[in-house]
């Protein structure tokens, strides 16, 4: 790795992930094709193809044209080996180039041919398959590394050689000519939904987040961070964790956000008094934490509506509060070290009265409120009240508010190019940047509207998104020089707009390689676990270690999930633990009592899976973090890691209170809970930092650990005091369901068969339907009853019922029923938590020196 401190971000990520930046007419060649790529990902997403009946692919033709940009630019860009040539492309890359891209392309040109005899390979199926596979394998080593291809490779192997395996894991085996069936000509492995995902969705985000940065908006974001938050103690540091979440938002790599912003904000939190490891590790952090943030979340959320089977809309909902609480405590963690450091923060230019701040920033906000409210009724009613017309209209008053944002933006002095190197002397004005860029803010805008409002497909909401940043990127330039009268400072002419779109697109192509490559390696596992059945084989593997303990069952899925991560991309890494992972805590969740909603399972791994980024030895955001700041990478991971407890934290608490994710409250709980989950983990990073109001001694800690426990699962300690359900006999179920209300949830504990025929215990939810009697409810639950030999069978079930639904067949019997027991709310175990708060801030409060006190907020 150089030292050269003037390398730009696309070096820095070119030299982390081992990439080569050609010369010459290559450049050309490549920067073409990425190009091309933009271009044909930006016209299967657009309504274009269907107006004018020309250039309509189908999902399989689609991701087929796909995988052949990503792996035939794979053999382009990314060198075999460490001292394989970084300046020019030798000739065998440019044939193994060729060749997998033909590989791929023959899933599109010979389609008809393929789906007319499904299943029947001929042998040029056979030889493509056999040649495709190794050479994607290869094509994940180059620009992934070998984590990926070697999961990959052993799952194939593990495929071929079931036979031989031990008893535990065998299975009868696939044949060559399944293999290459299943994963490279069907869509069960390579072309699945993994692939899908990535050619519908994913790349138009990715191509979003680039444009949006040639644009401009990184900068604006950082400066914007800065002005608001460098007045505080350690406030570069909280403007990091600000701008890395903001760019966060719509990246999908840890790593290019670390490298994009760390490029500024590391060498801007040295200068304040952070050390190179302690800078680096706030700066993973909050990166990191990027990927778990709607409403891209790394991509994996447009993953999870496939495999999680809800809208997408839904999982931004579960996913938005553990997130925020996340990102919250992050800043609180870095108020904590510029504590323990005495650091203060930079004086800032506005010199307004707090309350008077106050109060104009709670105006703007009440203005932002009432401006979109009356955008949301007004395009409400011209929808309808203009019809066809509505569409010119509503894109004539956006062309209209563009301008106006233009013309505020040019009535303010430019924002200052980035200089890591400049001394921290004075912040930037705070309004001044705001109005600098609020133009910037449009294309989100436009994206969350058709995700929110409209409903429209992610695919399609990145599209409208991405053609106004693209008009933003053509106009800006030629309009602010237009607008701005005072003649102090030229924005470049209308080619350099054109220039900023072609360097985007290809930008936004370049840094979708890795992630199109990563899933459809992913594919090969994914088809493997369909065609073998491993899934239940790792079910029992964690069963038999975890001897049945629930909670060390949860921790062994941690952990595997954290090492399955080890080097992937956020959306390999998905896709890996999503298959693999979220199947056995499902299973064994049934047969311990544990019954939780399938997208809080899928957070639960994910999160942890993520987490691999940041863990040693491996943690490849932390290396790059590292590179930035000169620190020490293992050092660097290690403070990560500490920093991120806050976030291991979080999906065991999740599992157990899906409160926390939304499901099922209201809007005045959500905001209650909101609150009190937001104060519990600021606890819990104090006790993990191990200050608080000062420094705390070994007994405030484990204090504080159980007041943040308490706060975020107090139906821990109301279940131990008062049993939350009632255990009633089987035979008892007709008088259970005439007792209870509907929408009450009754729990039934099962026996039946597996996928295999081997006997299970396990338990179902299922909501207490409408109906006067037990009698009438037990039929609309879809089921009947028979007694044998004194056990409680079911005869039937009915099809699409609740029952059935829930997971009950014919001759399971029914042990247990527990109907919901009559006890206070969890919710009143608060009060004695927060009275044990208040005894820790009083013994701390008395031990606070007068220098500790913090001169500013």
Known sequence: MQNDKNLSAEELIAQDVGARLPIGVMATIIAGLAGLWSLFQLWIASPLPFMVGFGVFNNTEARAIHLAFAIGLTFLVFPAFKRSPRDYVPVADLILALVAAASSLYIYVFYEALATRPGNLTTEDMVVALIGIPLLLEATRRCLGPALAIIALVFLVYSLAGPWMPSLLAHRGVSWHALANHQWITTEGVFGIALGVSTGFVFLFVLFGALLERAGAGHYFIQLAFSMLGHMRGGPAKAAVVSSGLTGLI?????????????????????????????????????????????????????????????????????????????IALLYIVHLESLKLGLKGLPRRDTRPWLQRLLGFAFGCAFISGLSLAVYYGLGWMKPALGDAATWVIAGLLAVVYVGLLKIAASQPPLEEEDPNKPLEELPDTRTVLLSGLHFILPVVVLVWCLMVERLSPGLSAFWGTVMLMVILLTQRPLLNWLRHDGSHHHGSAMDGFIDLREGLVAGARNMIGIGIATATAGIIVGAVSQTGVGLVLADVVEVLSMGNLMLMLLLTAVLSLILGMGLPTTANYIVVSSLLAPVVVALGEQNGLLVPLIAVHLFVFYFGIMADVTPPVGLASFAAAAVSKGDPI???????????????????????????????????????????????????????????????????????????????PGFWMDTIHPPFEERPANELVQVLDELEPKDVLRLRIRGEDAVGDKRDFSVLLPVPQGETGEERMANLGITLYEQNGKHLIDSVGFDSPAQKAGLDFDQEILQVKSPSNRWAKEWIWIPSLALLALIIGLQWRRREPETRPAQA
Not at 691 to 709: G, N, P, Q
Request: glycine share 8%.
């Open 635 to 713: 050092k660097t991971g290690i403070t990560a890691f500490y920093y991120s407890l806050r976030t291991a934290a979080l999906p065991f608490l999740f599992i157990f209170n899906t409160d926390l994710l939304l499901i099922d409250v209201d809007l005045a709980h959500g905001l209650l809970i909101f609150v009190i989950a937001t104060v519990a983990m600021l606890i819990f990073a104090a006790a993990t930092q191990g200050w608080f109001i000062v420094k705390s001694r070994w007994y405030e800690t484990v204090l504080l650990l159980l007041v943040a426990f308490s706060l975020f699962r």
């Open 251 to 327: 990246s999908g790599s840890s790593i290019a956000n670390v490298v994009t912003t760390g490029t500024f904000t590391i060498p801007m939190m040295r200068r304040v008094g952070f050390s190179a490891e302690k800078a680096g590790a706030v700066e993973v952090g909050s990166s990191v934490n990027g990927q778990i943030m709607p409403p891209v979340m790394g991509a994996a959320a447009f993953l999870m509506v496939e495999y999680v089977g809800i809208p997408y809309i839904e999982v931004i909902k579960h996913a938005f509060l553990p997130a925020m609480i996340s990102y």
